[in-house]
């Protein structure tokens, strides 16, 4: 075993809302050739029928307002425009028409091709190039946030493509059950009490023991006292705080300001970067839950079917009910440690021979093989998800080769 | 632990980014939180329940409002110690 693995004690998941791999990473590739980011030539055609090229004029809020639709329908137009559908290869092509659905406007539906240049993102770009970063990670389902959440939490969203309310199915337990059965420990760390859990039903109601705030998170960093698996989530909202401060929302979910976003990213890496022992004993995993409807190059690949079908009246497309045999647009995930190696680049769809598909059931696939070993009740889908451990290795980095952030 | 060469500054958002009345209609992940905490609401006995008017919430302020009222109800341990 890895003296890398050897030492872990500690896995952190931090889950951020709705933002593609291309729109955050996909001008890396400039910098590194073996990112599957940005030529800068890709493009998508317009309601005009004039291409719409992709740009490095993302800014932080304003651009996307209204919130990019991402629900089912709306990511099967922009995966599958100018195609039969499934099971015919993605063409990436329906961003911009989809984007154009909601405002009919034309120059403003461009927008959603627009990527971000590395400077603008020092925390997650500094941090996709110390530790690695994944070319292949996707949604779980081409829809929107709680079904995508689900998979993180439970390995599977039980038959649901939407926002809607879900009840937790048996046999297949959340990973906070299974570590908790176990005997382990794991805590969901939620922004403040305004902001609060998207697992509201079936953790929050149910479990509230298992949840603590990202004070409490900072605090059990400071003090050593991580459980063996967190899972943090950001700000949601603007609000006021306990204090009556202004508190804005770091969750990047268009149209809040990405910048806060970055902060947030940051003081989490920080809190567990700045204590020795947790350091070395720490693997964080940074991931998007989905891409926003925001334009990614990437074909998502087809996958295992779950064992559920969404229906076409749940799906919300005539004729495509979803048996979850596809996965959902490429989202950013970082995965960090002084354990990996500097730079690492895992790759994924452009590389038939060595690249490795993950997705959001990767995270309770890798924690339960972690903590809990051999573990049967889960769904075929999380079964077959590929884990990311042992990307670390034998040799630590000094500290000097690894950066910390400064929020001036 | 980090000398000079590896400290990465992190500029502040502007100060213009914090919108509290932005309305809730702009944000489908927050509507649905919302909407989540109403359903969930309809299950409680009369007494836990907050009163809150669905209709009036209406903007990213207000829903937090709301949210965090909820989230006292079902995480008692941290509205006693003050949120955290």
């Known amino acids: ?408 | 632990m980090a000398g000079p060469s590896n400290v990465i500054r992190v500029p502040k958002p502007s100060p213009s980014s914090f919108n509290m009345e932005r309305l809730l209609v702009k944000n489908s992940l927050l509507q649905n939180q919302v909407k989540h905490f109403l359903e969930l609401e309809k299950t409680l006995p009369p007494e836990k329940r907050t009163g809150t008017a669905p209709g009036s919430i209406t903007t990213e302020g207000r829903a937090a409002e709301y949210i965090r009222k909820m989230t006292d109800i079902l995480h008692p341990r941290v509205a006693k110690s003050g949120g955290r």
């Open chain 1, 1 to 408: 075993m890895p003296a890398g693995l050897d030492n872990l004690k500690h896995i952190v998941v931090l889950m951020m809302e709705n933002r593609s791999f291309d729109h955050m990473l996909g001008a890396l590739k400039k910098q590194d050739p073996r990112i599957n980011g940005l030529t800068g030539t890709e493009s998508n055609l317009d309601t005009s029928n004039e291409p719409a090229k992709v740009q490095p004029l993302a800014e932080f809020q304003g651009q996307l307002d209204p919130d990019p639709d991402h629900h089912f329908p709306a990511v099967h137009k922009q995966l599958y425009a100018g195609t039969t559908g499934p099971p015919a290869t993605p063409s990436m092509g329906g961003f911009v028409q989809s984007y154009h659905d909601q405002r009919k406007d034309v120059n403003h539906s461009r927008q959603i091709m627009y990527y971000f240049p590395p400077e603008k993102l020092p925390v997650l770009t500094t941090l996709a190039r110390s530790y690695a970063v994944f070319n292949g990670w996707f949604s779980s389902i081409p829809g929107p946030t709680i079904c995508n959440r689900a998979f993180a939490h439970y390995g599977t969203s039980f038959g649901h493509v939407d926002m809607n309310l879900f009840y937790q199915k048996t046999p297949f337990l959340s990973i906070y059950d299974r570590l908790l059965k176990a005997g382990k420990t794991t805590k969901l760390y939620y922004y403040d009490r305004a902001s609060s859990t998207m697992e509201i039903v079936n953790l929050l109601k149910n479990q509230p023991k298992i949840f603590a705030t990202f004070p409490q998170f900072l605090d059990d960093c400071k003090r050593g006292e991580l459980p063996d698996y967190s899972f943090v989530e950001p700000n949601y909202s603007d609000h006021l705080g306990e204090g009556g401060g202004e508190e804005l929302a770091s969750d990047q979910h268009p149209d809040h300001d990405v910048q806060a976003g970055e902060i947030y990213i940051g003081q989490v890496y920080n809190a567990i970067r700045q204590n020795p022992d947790l350091w070395k004993s720490t693997a964080l995993l940074i991931a998007y839950d989905e891409h926003g409807g925001i334009y990614d190059h990437v074909p998502p690949p087809s996958c295992l079917p779950d064992g559920f079908t969404a229906t076409e009246q749940q799906t919300g497309v005539p004729g495509q009910p979803f048996p979850f045999d596809r996965l959902g647009v490429r989202v950013p995930a970082v995965l960090v440690s002084p354990w990996i190696p500097k730079a690492t680049v895992v790759p994924g769809t452009e590389d038939p021979a060595n690249g490795r598909i993950f997705e959001h059931a990767s995270i309770p696939a890798t924690v339960t093989k972690q903590f809990l070993g051999t573990y049967n009740e889960r769904s075929p889908r999380e079964k077959a998800a590929l884990t990311f451990l042992d990307l670390l290795s034998d040799t630590m980095r000094p500290d000097a080769d690894c950066p910390v952030f400064n929020f001036a």
